[in-house]
């Protein structure tokens, strides 16, 4: 079975610019996480999509927005890129929206802001 | 306070030592607990849910206190490749119906020769 994939797996970019990160649940996962995990920190939850709807927010600006497409896959989209942005990025999937469902991690995007 | 706390560590054990970790939650209507392990520039990858009445799998040993809002791993037979972040988390509903994930910061593990 192919776990959750994420793309690209690497991204650079200079302030204020936009970037867009992918992300393919497991097959016949229903819900898309994402988290946002700076250096020595453990991952802060950003968003959560099912059956395309957002079901829920994190503490994180207007500039950061997501969406979920009709075959459960989903992009986050990161406007006006500060350099305090630079991070890992995870995406999470899981069968359902609710709370004792296993979320499962794909490998990330690494954005570095320059 | 931090919705949940670990103590970071480094544990630098032997290996073949049982080790154990501690971690406290803040929301007590938290509905579910997790330990996730987390190597270095990896993606976290669950180790283990965790139910109040305990749950065994292997050399691992979670187990859930409610009332003290307190969770703990122990690792037992500690192996070179434990060497890893274990990372504390709890889930709860958010109002819109959805649920999150709160994690703490991590302890870091050294299993030695």
């Known amino acids: 079975d192919t776990g959750v994939t994420q793309s690209p797996t690497h991204l650079i970019k200079t302030r204020g610019q936009q970037v867009t990160l992918r992300c393919s649940p497991i097959s016949g996962h229903k819900s898309v996480s994402w988290y946002q995990q700076v250096l020595g920190q453990g991952p802060q939850f950003i968003f959560q999509?099912?059956?395309?709807?957002?079901?829920g927010r994190g503490n994180f600006p207007d500039r950061f927005s997501a969406r979920q497409f009709p075959n459960y896959s989903s992009e986050l989209n990161v406007n006006a890129l500060l350099l305090g942005d630079s991070a890992l990025y995870l995406c999470?999937?899981?069968?359902?929206?609710?709370?004792?469902?296993?979320?499962?991690f794909g490998p990330g995007t690494r954005l570095t802001v320059t | 306070r931090k919705e949940v706390e670990q103590d970071p560590g480094p544990f630098n054990v032997p290996e073949g030592a049982t080790v154990a970790f501690n971690c406290t939650y803040s929301n007590s209507a938290s509905q579910s607990f997790f330990w996730y392990r987390q190597d270095c520039r990896k993606e976290p990858k669950l180790l283990m849910s965790v139910y109040s009445s305990g749950n065994e799998d292997g050399r691992f040993t979670a187990q859930l206190n409610r009332a003290s809002q307190y969770i703990s791993l122990l690792i037992r037979d500690s192996k070179l490749s434990d060497s890893a972040t274990y990372l504390c988390v709890v889930n709860g509903e958010l109002t819109g119906g959805g649920n999150k994930l709160t994690f703490g910061t991590g302890t870091q593990l050294k299993v030695e020769l």
């Open positions: 999509y099912y059956e395309k709807e957002e079901r």
């Open positions: 999470a999937s899981s069968l359902r929206d609710r709370a004792g469902y296993e979320q499962y």
